[in-house]
């Protein structure tokens, strides 16, 4: 049988398995190893070099995606300081996503007794308290005290309605705030990114209203 035929079956025939993957990398690498073969039967035996440009095209961007897939999943280094709440807020992110939405933020100081939240005020970000602890308090009475790693008025932000409590600041308090430029970044340009933020969001809903149940 001709090694040609063969190559570029072959080749067929991985760009075809490929599409039965879940796992985006190793789609990339089925493609990849597809493409590459069927460059080998178009340059060197069918030397048919208008197919052999577009062939190398596609491994070359196949190559740069799998490269860059594996830089994302790579571990790196999270400081000691905010690796507890990596591992109780953010572990479904990877240390690159998760360190890359952290530097997005923006970390604040506030006093004891600031109000952080003002009850019925439409938040157009999102915030994490990080230092501290927070009193959550409607018509003069105390709902819930949050404490660090927990997010701040989320569900404002989420349904665009006003915040339905104050959040005042119970002694000296530190929170990351990410601005709603921000989250439209990611939202608008990384899918995946933004749907695994949302899920997080949830998580801590879905946390705080076991909470409120208990209490």
């Given at each position: 049988?001709?090694?040609?035929?063969?190559?570029?079956?072959?080749?067929?025939?991985?760009?075809?398995?490929?599409?039965?993957?879940?796992?985006?990398?190793?789609?990339?690498?089925?493609?990849?190893?597809?493409?590459?073969?069927?460059?080998?039967?178009?340059?060197?035996?069918?030397?048919?070099?208008?197919?052999?440009?577009?062939?190398?095209?596609?491994?070359?961007?196949?190559?740069?995606?799998?490269?860059?897939?594996?830089?994302?999943?790579?571990?790196?280094y999270i400081e000691p300081k905010i690796f507890d709440i990596y591992e109780s807020v953010f572990k479904s992110l990877s240390t690159f996503e998760f360190l890359t939405f952290w530097k997005m933020g923006?970390?604040?100081?506030?006093?004891?007794?600031?109000?952080?939240?003002?009850?019925?005020?439409?938040?157009?970000?999102?915030?994490?308290?990080?230092?501290?602890?927070?009193?959550?308090?409607?018509?003069?009475?105390?709902?819930?005290?949050?404490?660090?790693?927990?997010?701040?008025?989320?569900?404002?932000?989420?349904?665009?309605?006003?915040?339905?409590?104050?959040?005042?600041?119970?002694?000296?308090?530190?929170?990351?705030?990410?601005?709603?430029?921000?989250?439209?970044?990611?939202?608008?340009?990384?899918?995946?990114?933004?749907?695994?933020?949302?899920?997080?969001?949830?998580?801590?809903?879905?946390?705080?209203?076991?909470?409120?149940?208990?209490?």
């Amino acid at each position: 049988m001709d090694i040609g035929f063969i190559l570029l079956n072959v080749g067929y025939l991985l760009n075809l398995v490929a599409l039965g993957f879940r796992e985006i990398l190793w789609i990339r690498i089925l493609l990849t190893l597809g493409y590459f073969l069927r460059f080998i039967t178009q340059s060197y035996i069918e030397q048919n070099m208008d197919s052999s440009f577009w062939m190398i095209v596609f491994v070359a961007i196949n190559l740069y995606q799998i490269v860059r897939i594996v830089n994302e999943r790579r571990k790196r280094y999270i400081e000691p300081k905010i690796f507890d709440i990596y591992e109780s807020v953010f572990k479904s992110l990877s240390t690159f996503e998760f360190l890359t939405f952290w530097k997005m933020g923006l970390i604040k100081n506030v006093a004891n007794g600031v109000t952080i939240i003002k009850k019925d005020k439409k938040l157009n970000s999102i915030l994490l308290l990080i230092n501290g602890k927070v009193n959550v308090k409607s018509e003069g009475k105390s709902i819930a005290f949050l404490p660090r790693g927990s997010f701040i008025g989320e569900i404002s932000y989420i349904t665009k309605e006003g915040a339905s409590a104050n959040v005042i600041a119970d002694g000296d308090a530190t929170y990351i705030e990410w601005t709603n430029k921000e989250l439209m970044k990611i939202k608008n340009s990384k899918k995946i990114f933004w749907t695994k933020i949302q899920n997080i969001l949830l998580n801590d809903l879905i946390i705080k209203l076991k909470r409120s149940s208990i209490n």
